[in-house]
């Protein structure tokens, strides 16, 4: 899937995503009642697609 559609779709399902630079894992969150994803801004974009595709995978999968 391509990343813009990801996104979307993240979005769609109330999840906001950051992209941010840091030595850490991309993954996703729950803040003060507001899921986030976050997602390292060094990766490409192949890399940010699949690590959102990831993302979605574990998310559809706890539902």
Do not use: H, T
Not at 3 to 26: P, T, V
């Amino acid at each position: 899937m391509k990343l813009e559609k990801l996104e979307a779709e993240l979005r769609d399902m109330g999840f906001r995503i950051i992209y941010a630079k840091g030595n850490f894992s991309s993954g996703y969150c729950r803040v003060k009642d507001s899921d986030v994803i976050l997602v390292n801004k060094f990766f490409d974009k192949k890399g940010r697609a699949l690590c959102l595709q990831e993302i979605l995978d574990q998310i559809v999968e706890e539902e």
